[in-house]
């Protein structure tokens, strides 16, 4: 999405609560620094060990032998002093088994069972946190291997210190109340005596309730809005702590009886602090207010107290919500962290699962209703039968039925036209499931990297080589007849992708070959290779001729179905074994087993109904604009693209119809002369279950478009798009004047620029569970910017994003209340960073929190060839303003990163930032010298955390920096101590 100075488009406060006493937030005592207690320094018995295989631990090692062979017996037991009632205990830990484990925290005699959710590998270490009760002398704390656990974790250390007291809730009815806010009690389900009302229209820029509190030292904390919100859609108001004002969002509630919480990040000052809660002149009000809460500072990963589902189980509060649905956590007895309510006609929540194979499966639905209510099942987005769900008193099941296909599925629950709705919904146990990854995108492949064959290996980062634009920047090179890759498969096969690349011609066409592939060591298909969309030269955009400078994107994707399921074990191998180039770069391999062709949905209109031919040549998109037009008049609103090669020329225009096909490997797309897409124009559109393949060789420049987006267009309310796949489209997706979109089980690959961009104006949107690769600009962006509006309360959320070219993997460009969570990023090429918030490019500013979470980023950052600077894996980049919403990076892991690991640039202000529990585990990693025209580069004074000429104040906790390479490299460099850092415990490396 950036180009080197520009974004390029695509077509062309104060309530005042003042209670009558200070309320003591936390004890005057200064806080005691974190006590660090090293497992390998406890008392080890039952087989419990020293160990240093894996690294990333503090100290001098870690506590293993927590295996099965040990359950029962394996301990670690520590003694220690501490300051006497509640403190927080801290375990940090490595779990690389893939899923959550166990295992039994003994304090002064009293246990309790911990979770410990999966880490990313063995090398990789997670915390979790829990109060405990304290002596001043004498403490013992075990941590073990229980008969009841089922453990096989490390155990690296733990840390002790003083957990701060809630004061409990400040009631908004007993505020100091100005400006129209008044105490009310018409609305049941309040706490204390009432709440208070009055931030309507009439009072806006007025209308305010003032508190007080005491804190005993200076620090972040979150500050919980309980609230009511019954218009029927999100409201906002201003909250002002010690006069710095911030936006808070509050999604609507059922009812005005109804009350939902809302929370926002602020930092205390030591002593009394003022807390307003206000409806300003930039809100939009008419909510009530019953109470506020100051929490402590924003935590790092914590268990849960919740009890778990049964097996194969899937929450549905971490589900998508839209059209008035919204969690809850009353009545008590949910499992997880609460409940879906789904209050009326258009509310929906749908849930991704993974199958272990196609076929019916059994759900068991979870939950409750006083009275009889029916909702609407939707599988991937065809809706299905209408359930009834019993009344009566407490939590209760439903099971039902649904045809389900492998890998990942959506299954959701609508409340549409007929239902009652009306009713909370906890969990769902699916048969046959196989649960999701833990971060980054469930896929139906597995990637093979190309490491045994006869070619020569080529390696390294630097930007303008292949190998900077290879997966893990290393590929095998075949220059010979007769010289292959192979690789053996771990699980069953009978469908492959190959990236690779081939050389460019004079014209700059590209070039074609094949690639023989055999499995078992029989020749069974040729995969032909193209260098079309490959090859580009000069600076941006990219216009130069072949042989002119910085040539780059190097590779593309091919792939082929195979005659039959080869079992795992089997030996494919890919060779050259034609002169018909002089060589063959092999990147990976991806191989899966497709499933046969779906049939359509009942009441389907078929496009071969209206003229559309299969692999005739002929552009297909009049007839696919036909059967769009008469769908909007049946009861299935749906249009059905077989088995195929389709021709799609041109754009075609989609609004409240489900066009869908026979699956990604099945019905395909074919655009022409740069052109070919879908428009969508409305509410209610899905697009799902096939690939489109575009035919964009260049880049754009900025305001002269000449190609189109694979989808683009105005969403509106409760649209979907799934399973579809692109290659060769200008960009994948371009979002704006959206509302509760879900978007998942993506494959984008290749664009020329954005694999997919959210803004114009757009909110509640979730992109999960999708892959992107090989984007020519950032491969997921956020864009609030002033001539379109603002992106507000979406995520990006377990998704795989690799060799982003020209920009980062992840970009929130201003906006409110946004999230990136769960992904996997790796390997940026040029100009970008691994995640990048920022108000460059004529954004908007950041309001309410915006929040980087659970994130691994692999080898990223980059060198900007056109600033000659180098970048950070994480890049904060105030360019046009400050960036003074609240920022929260938290339980992230950098590995490796190419630079610097964490960058704030430069000369503004980031004024509100939280960091916690992020691990920098290698910085530098582009070790090769190059010139980038401005001199020689290399990797000296790649830092762990970088502010560059910047101002502001962060608050860092559980931050460790360790792995630095390049000359001069540091734990932290702060130009002219500008930045106020303040340092909370478990800090290292800096």
Not at 698 to 704: I, L, N, Q, S
């Amino acid at each position: 999405m950036l180009s080197k100075l520009s974004k390029r488009g695509l077509a062309a406060v104060t309530t005042t609560v003042m209670a009558a006493g200070l309320i003591t937030l936390w004890s005057t005592a200064a806080p005691a620094a974190p006590a660090v207690l090293e497992a390998e320094s406890a008392a080890l018995s039952g087989g419990a060990r020293v160990e240093s295989e894996h690294t990333g631990y503090s100290g001098t090692g870690y506590a293993g032998g927590f295996t099965d062979a040990n359950r029962g017996t394996a301990k670690a037991t520590f003694t220690t002093n501490a300051a006497a009632g509640q403190n927080t205990l801290t375990l940090r830990y490595a779990n690389g088994t893939g899923s959550t484990r166990t295992l039994t925290l003994s304090v002064n005699g009293s246990a309790r069972q911990l979770s410990l959710p999966a880490t990313a590998g063995w090398a990789s270490w997670g915390s979790v946190r829990q109060n405990v009760q304290l002596n001043a002398t004498g403490n013992a704390i075990a941590v073990s291997y229980g008969a009841g656990d089922n453990g096989n974790v490390n155990l690296d250390h733990i840390t002790i210190e003083p957990a701060p007291t809630s004061g409990g809730d400040l009631e908004a009815e007993s505020a100091q109340l100005s400006g129209g806010a008044r105490v009310e009690s018409e609305h049941a389900g309040y706490s204390g005596t009432g709440y208070v009302g009055g931030f309507t229209d009439a009072n806006r820029g007025t209308a305010t309730a003032t508190f007080a509190a005491t804190s005993g030292s200076a620090g972040n904390s979150e500050l919980t809005l309980r609230y009511a919100n019954g218009t029927g859609s999100t409201r906002s108001l201003s909250v002002s702590v010690n006069g710095a004002v911030r936006q808070v969002s509050l999604p609507a509630t059922a009812s005005w009886s109804t009350w939902g919480t809302a929370t926002a990040a602020v930092t205390l000052n030591a002593g009394v602090n003022t807390i307003a809660v206000s409806y300003g002149a930039g809100d939009n009000g008419n909510v009530n207010l019953d109470h506020v809460k100051l929490s402590t500072a924003v935590p790092t990963t914590t268990t849960t107290t919740n009890p778990p589902g049964p097996a194969g189980s899937y929450e549905l509060e971490s589900g998508f919500l839209s059209g008035g649905a919204s969690t809850a956590t009353s009545p008590s007895g949910a499992t997880g962290t609460g409940s879906v309510t789904l209050p009326g006609n258009g509310a929906r929540v749908i849930r991704s699962i993974n199958q272990t194979s196609a076929g019916n499966a059994t759900i068991t639905l979870r939950h409750t209703n006083s009275s009889a209510g029916t909702v609407t099942l939707y599988v991937n987005g065809v809706k299905g039968p209408r359930l009834s769900l019993s009344g009566g008193s407490g939590w209760r099941t439903t099971t039902h039925s649904a045809a389900l296909r492998s890998g990942l599925n959506l299954i959701g629950y609508h409340v549409t036209t007929g239902d009652t709705g009306g009713v909370q919904l906890d969990n769902i146990a699916v048969t046959n499931t196989a649960g999701l990854a833990a971060r980054g995108a469930t896929v139906p492949y597995t990637t093979y990297e190309t490491d045994n064959g006869t070619g020569t290996r080529i390696s390294g980062r630097t930007y303008t080589t292949e190998a900077a634009e290879a997966s893990g920047r290393s590929a095998m090179k075949l220059t010979g007849t007769g010289q292959y890759v192979q690789v053996t498969l771990t699980k069953p096969a009978n469908a492959i992708t190959v990236r690779a690349g081939l050389p460019d011609d004079a014209s700059g066409n590209g070039t074609t070959a094949p690639l023989a592939v055999y499995a078992g060591g029989t020749k069974v298909r040729d995969l032909t290779l193209t260098s079309k969309y490959s090859w580009m030269y000069g600076d941006y955009p990219f216009t130069a001729g072949p042989g002119g400078a910085r040539p780059h994107r190097y590779f593309d994707d091919s792939r082929v179905l195979l005659p039959q399921t080869y079992p795992a074990g089997t030996v494919l191998r890919l060779a050259k074994d034609t002169n018909a180039t002089s060589y063959i770069t092999v990147d990976l391999v991806e191989a899966e087993v497709v499933d046969g062709p779906t049939a359509a949905p009942a009441g389907y209109l078929s496009i071969t109904d209206h003229g559309a031919r299969a692999d005739d040549g002929v552009d297909d998109s009049a007839a696919l604009r036909s059967a769009v037009s008469a769908a909007r008049g049946t009861t299935a609103r749906g249009v059905w693209i077989p088995a195929g090669r389709f021709n799609l020329h041109s754009l075609v225009q989609v609004d409240g119809v489900d066009v869908r096909g026979a699956g990604t490997w099945h019905t395909v797309l074919l655009g022409a002369d740069r052109r070919g897409g879908f428009y969508v124009a409305g509410a209610d559109t899905t697009l799902a279950d096939f690939t489109f393949d575009g035919d964009v060789t260049t880049r754009d420049p900025d305001g002269a478009p000449s190609s189109d987006a694979f989808v683009e267009g105005e969403f509106g309310t409760g649209s979907l798009i799934f399973n579809v796949a692109s290659d060769h489209a200008k960009v994948g997706l371009w979002i704006k004047q959206a509302d509760g979109l879900l978007v998942s089980g993506l494959r984008i690959r290749n664009t020329m620029a954005d694999g997919l961009n959210v803004n114009g104006n757009t909110a509640n949107v979730r992109v999960e569970q999708s892959n992107f690769r090989n984007t020519g600009d950032d491969a997921l962006a956020m864009w609030s910017w002033e001539a379109a509006g603002t992106v507000s309360r979406s995520v990006f959320a377990f998704n795989t994003v690799a060799l982003p070219i020209l920009a980062n993997g992840v970009a929130i460009y201003g906006g409110t209340d946004n999230r990136a969570e769960d992904n996997l990023i790796t390997d940026t090429v040029f100009n970008g960073s691994g995640v990048m918030l920022s108000t460059w490019h004529a954004s908007m500013p950041f309001n309410g929190t915006t929040t980087v979470q659970r994130n691994t980023l692999t080898r990223t950052g980059t060198r900007n060839w056109d600033w000659h600077t180098h970048t950070g894996a994480i890049w904060l980049f105030a360019e046009r303003a400050d960036i003074t919403g609240a920022v929260v990076l938290r339980d992230l892991e950098i590995n490796d990163s190419n630079y610097h690991g964490l960058l704030l640039s430069w000369n503004k202000a980031v004024s509100n930032l939280t960091v916690a529990n992020v691990g920098i585990n290698g910085t530098g990693g582009a070790t090769e010298s190059f010139d980038d025209g401005a001199g020689s580069v290399t990797n000296a004074d790649s830092h762990g955390i970088y502010f560059y000429l910047m101002s502001g104040t962060g608050r860092f906790d559980g931050v460790t920096v360790s792995g630095l390479k390049g000359t001069g490299s540091r734990g932290m460099v702060n130009d002219e101590n500008r930045y106020t850092v303040q340092r909370g415990g478990g800090n290292s490396g800096w």
